[in-house]
């Protein structure tokens, strides 16, 4: 485990690992940091553990730079080249080897922001993707799954005209826009690369000022065109959307059909016929903007939110093709309920997600986590029903290693006091009971 703490003095941040079972004492990795020195929050594991890649004002106050360290302790590297006076590191990525690292930077002129890539260990350029306006500046990126492109949003040609670009990670090859050049005053506003790699899915207005629709573009560059279902007057795809686990579908969320009403959509990452995900929604119902793509299934979970944004929130899951509705969410006997923090177990096969009902009786209002199939016909708690109306809440929810547990934060013990726990939905197979829930950290003072 690597974690950022003050634990050495109370105004210096720093950067520790410690083995997960606590066989040996913390180790820092930073060396000793100039006056007000800090490690900033923004630190990454590489893919095989070997190396811990940070950003810290290490050597002059207010001057971030990027280092690279083993896991387990040792002499850190300096990444990035020389910086010019009052430039810093502002972001970085390690690619999918682990061999390098991209980082964007005002490392050759200040304030004009661009992406660097050099070896995790330091040493010379690999690639640097420039662009072309004065002005000019690189948005956010990330590698390819093979590691061979870095797709990112830049002004690249045109100041303020916020286009897809991509650069290959061999080093020869020139930065380049890729994925259709978008109209006046527009804009590409996000985008997702596919698991498989083979598609970029990205919100723009290419075609129409303040128009936002949503495209594709193959990451070799060969196929490029929208993929959203036309759009009612008034209508936008909302930056909700994902792309199942096998890359071969796009599920987002849009008001397409009535303008205000969200609905959830589907459609192949290389675009075809668009079909709608959700069954028939009842007057002031809309798709919630939070849709999850479940890994390993060929389906998608949503919420769905009634009565204008003051009704019931329930869950549901759909197989890719629109086919295969469930509602997982139970529902309470009388009153209003809100499912919320949907995430996917390990394996794929079931999801976790926090129910909280509020009946007639406020003095009754509860909460509780369960344990759901993606395709319905299993519904398990796996935490303790919580007293809402006395201020116990969960605040987290995460699934374990094990499909069978979730990981969650709550003030069970006493409102004033988080704390993290594990839930279990398996007769003794760690311990205690189906439902029983044991903690993982400490005892609090």
């Given at each position: 485990?690597?974690?950022?703490?003050?634990?050495?003095?109370?105004?210096?941040?720093?950067?520790?690992?410690?083995?997960?079972?606590?066989?040996?004492?913390?180790?820092?990795?930073?060396?000793?940091?100039?006056?007000?020195?800090?490690?900033?929050?923004?630190?990454?594991?590489?893919?095989?553990?070997?190396t811990v890649v940070y950003r810290a004002d290490q050597v002059v106050d207010?001057?971030?730079?990027?280092?690279?360290?083993?896991?387990?302790?040792?002499?850190?590297?300096?990444?990035?080249?020389?910086?010019?006076?009052?430039?810093?590191?502002?972001?970085?990525?390690?690619?999918?080897?682990?061999?390098?690292?991209?980082?964007?930077?005002?490392?050759?002129?200040?304030?004009?922001?661009?992406?660097?890539?050099?070896?995790?260990?330091?040493?010379?350029?690999?690639?640097?993707?420039?662009?072309?306006?004065?002005?000019?500046?690189?948005?956010?990126?990330?590698?390819?799954?093979?590691?061979?492109?870095?797709?990112?949003?830049?002004?690249?040609?045109?100041?303020?005209?916020?286009?897809?670009?991509?650069?290959?990670?061999?080093?020869?090859?020139?930065?380049?826009?890729?994925?259709?050049?978008?109209?006046?005053?527009?804009?590409?506003?996000?985008?997702?690369?596919?698991?498989?790699?083979?598609?970029?899915?990205?919100?723009?207005?290419?075609?129409?000022?303040?128009?936002?629709?949503?495209?594709?573009?193959?990451?070799?560059?060969?196929?490029?065109?929208?993929?959203?279902?036309?759009?009612?007057?008034?209508?936008?795809?909302?930056?909700?959307?994902?792309?199942?686990?096998?890359?071969?579908?796009?599920?987002?969320?849009?008001?397409?059909?009535?303008?205000?009403?969200?609905?959830?959509?589907?459609?192949?990452?290389?675009?075809?016929?668009?079909?709608?995900?959700?069954?028939?929604?009842?007057?002031?119902?809309?798709?919630?903007?939070?849709?999850?793509?479940?890994?390993?299934?060929?389906?998608?979970?949503?919420?769905?939110?009634?009565?204008?944004?003051?009704?019931?929130?329930?869950?549901?899951?759909?197989?890719?093709?629109?086919?295969?509705?469930?509602?997982?969410?139970?529902?309470?006997?009388?009153?209003?309920?809100?499912?919320?923090?949907?995430?996917?177990?390990?394996?794929?096969?079931?999801?976790?997600?926090?129910?909280?009902?509020?009946?007639?009786?406020?003095?009754?209002?509860?909460?509780?986590?369960?344990?759901?199939?993606?395709?319905?016909?299993?519904?398990?708690?796996?935490?303790?029903?919580?007293?809402?109306?006395?201020?116990?809440?969960?605040?987290?929810?995460?699934?374990?290693?094990?499909?069978?547990?979730?990981?969650?934060?709550?003030?069970?013990?006493?409102?004033?006091?988080?704390?993290?726990?594990?839930?279990?939905?398996?007769?003794?197979?760690?311990?205690?009971?189906?439902?029983?829930?044991?903690?993982?950290?400490?005892?609090?003072?």
């Open positions: 485990m690597v974690y950022l703490a003050n634990q050495d003095a109370p105004a210096t941040y720093e950067l520790f690992s410690v083995p997960i079972d606590g066989s040996a004492l913390a180790v820092k990795l930073n060396p000793a940091l100039v006056g007000n020195g800090n490690v900033s929050s923004l630190f990454e594991i590489s893919p095989d553990s070997s207010d001057r971030f730079d990027l280092w690279s360290v083993p896991v387990g302790g040792g002499a850190a590297v300096k990444i990035n080249g020389l910086l010019n006076a009052n430039a810093d590191v502002n972001s970085f990525a390690i690619s999918p080897n682990g061999l390098q690292v991209v980082y964007l930077s005002d490392e050759y002129d200040d304030e004009r922001f661009i992406l660097f890539a050099r070896p995790i260990g330091g040493g010379a350029l690999l690639f640097v993707a420039e662009v072309s306006p004065i002005g000019g500046d690189i948005f956010e990126y990330r590698f390819t799954p093979d590691g061979f492109w870095v797709i990112f949003r830049a002004d690249i040609d045109v100041d303020d005209r916020i286009e897809l670009c991509r650069i290959t990670t061999d080093g020869f090859t020139t930065a380049t826009s890729f994925g259709g050049v978008p109209v006046a005053n527009g804009d590409v506003f996000g985008f997702a690369i596919s698991p498989d790699g083979v598609w970029v899915v990205n919100l723009a207005d290419l075609d129409v000022d303040n128009v936002v629709e949503l495209f594709t573009a193959s990451t070799s560059g060969a196929v490029t065109g929208q993929i959203s279902a036309a759009l009612v007057g008034g209508g936008d795809v909302d930056s909700a959307y994902v792309i199942s686990s096998n890359g071969q579908r796009v599920a987002y969320v849009a008001d397409a059909v009535v303008d205000g009403r969200y609905e959830l959509f589907s459609v192949f990452a290389g675009g075809g016929a668009v079909t709608t995900l959700n069954p028939l929604l009842p007057g002031g119902s809309s798709v919630h903007f939070d849709p999850l793509a479940l890994p390993e299934s060929g389906r998608f979970a949503y919420r769905v939110i009634g009565g204008f944004g003051f009704g019931p929130t329930e869950l549901y899951s759909v197989n890719d093709d629109g086919s295969g509705t469930q509602l997982l969410s139970p529902v309470p006997a009388n009153g209003n309920w809100t499912a919320q923090r949907q995430v996917a177990a390990a394996g794929g096969a079931h999801l976790f997600f926090e129910l909280q009902s509020f009946p007639d009786l406020p003095e009754t209002n509860a909460t509780t986590i369960y344990r759901a199939a993606v395709g319905g016909g299993e519904l398990i708690p796996v935490g303790p029903t919580l007293d809402l109306a006395s201020g116990e809440t969960y605040s987290w929810l995460a699934p374990a290693a094990d499909p069978r547990q979730a990981l969650f934060v709550s003030n069970e013990q006493t409102a004033s006091e988080t704390e993290l726990y594990a839930g279990d939905i398996c007769l003794l197979c760690d311990g205690f009971d189906s439902a029983g829930t044991t903690r993982w950290s400490t005892v609090l003072p």
